[in-house]
């Protein structure tokens, strides 16, 4: 299987970045959709792809499974996600071998959220605190691996205060993280407020803003309330006057993204990553509308 290029050579080509992220399905009639997804979304010609990991379960049977497909069937280079939940430190370093036995050198690495039904995160036994840790890891099993890992804009919901999650945040570069990529924003100002303090706080790898279309009222509204970012009054007020109709909906979505894409271009990003929610027609048409 040949290896592939990892993701900060690519920052070092000073071009904007596009990717796009996927989660894994529940069955084997979603892989399919998702194949047909995925080839649409070839147009796009994105530079990468990632595949989130699931709480716990056969979905994560389905990251493997579908990053392959991802890999060999459509031509893509594939971040898998990687979380600590669930797993002990010996699982771990496992998974990892496969991964990197996959031909797989870039992966998205997360402590990952509570299992349904807890509010509070607890290490597995033997297992990890913080996906720095697992950076940490992962590093040392194969020094040739290429990490992304979270960063929070509008802080991470369970820390005390944005200084503090800032500190956290240096901990994963300092562990050997290669870049970051954003929770999702609506407002760009707190994202260049967020990559100012990180360079003042020292941390000097790419900071990748995570950007996604809003497809419905309802999905976004629960989306924002659990991982506390802001939606701004305009997008809300368009999208409330909008919300019986769903095209109208995706269309206000669209051009909200549209926009914030080209200012976060215009003033440097080092490119945007989409949540597309598995879905390809409002990637497409931020890629048409982007094109010129
Ligand atoms: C780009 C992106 C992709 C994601 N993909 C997935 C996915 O595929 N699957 C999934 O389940 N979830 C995913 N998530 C959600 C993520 O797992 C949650 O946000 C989770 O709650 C935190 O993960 P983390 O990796 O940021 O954790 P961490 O960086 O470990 O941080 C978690 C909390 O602990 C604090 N902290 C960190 N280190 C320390 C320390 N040393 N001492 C004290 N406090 C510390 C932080 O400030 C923060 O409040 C993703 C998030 C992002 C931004």
Avoid at 28 to 52: C, H, I, K, Q, Y
Avoid at 127 to 154: M, N, Q
Avoid at 241 to 264: S, T, Y
Wanted: proline share 7%; with cysteine.
């Amino acid at each position: 299987m040949t290896p592939d290029r990892p993701i900060s050579e690519l920052f070092a080509l000073q071009r904007p970045l596009r990717s796009l992220e996927f989660f894994p399905p529940k069955d084997d009639a979603g892989v399919e959709s998702l194949r047909a997804t995925a080839t649409a979304l070839r147009r796009m010609n994105p530079d990468f792809v990632s595949v989130t990991y699931g709480a716990g379960g056969t979905t994560r049977d389905r990251t493997a499974q579908v990053s392959a497909l991802l890999k060999s069937e459509l031509g893509y280079t594939v971040m898998p996600h990687l979380t600590c939940v669930g797993h002990t430190r010996a699982e771990l370093a496992e998974v990892a071998d496969k991964i990197h036995a996959g031909g797989f050198r870039n992966i998205m690495t997360l402590r990952g959220d509570p299992p349904k039904g807890e509010t509070t995160f607890t290490p597995y036994r033997d297992g990890l605190r913080y996906a720095s840790d697992l950076v940490a890891l992962l590093k040392s099993r194969h020094t040739d691996f290429c990490l992304g890992v979270g960063g929070y804009p509008e802080k991470h919901p369970e820390a005390p205060n944005a200084a503090v999650d800032l500190e956290n945040l240096k901990r994963k570069v300092e562990a050997g993280a290669a870049f970051i990529t954003t929770q999702l924003f609506f407002d760009n100002a707190i994202y260049y407020r967020f990559v100012e303090q990180c360079r003042a706080a020292g941390i000097n790898v790419p900071i990748v803003p995570g950007i996604m279309p809003v497809l419905s009222l309802k999905q976004i509204q629960r989306f924002t309330a659990m991982c506390g970012t802001t939606l701004p009054a305009p997008l809300l007020t368009r999208l409330e006057v909008a919300a019986e109709n769903p095209e109208v909906v995706e269309i206000i979505g669209v051009d909200w993204a549209l926009d914030q894409i080209r200012g976060l271009l215009a003033n440097g990003a080092p490119g945007y990553h989409l949540y597309i929610l598995n879905r390809a027609k409002a990637a497409l048409a931020l890629t048409a509308g982007l094109a010129a």
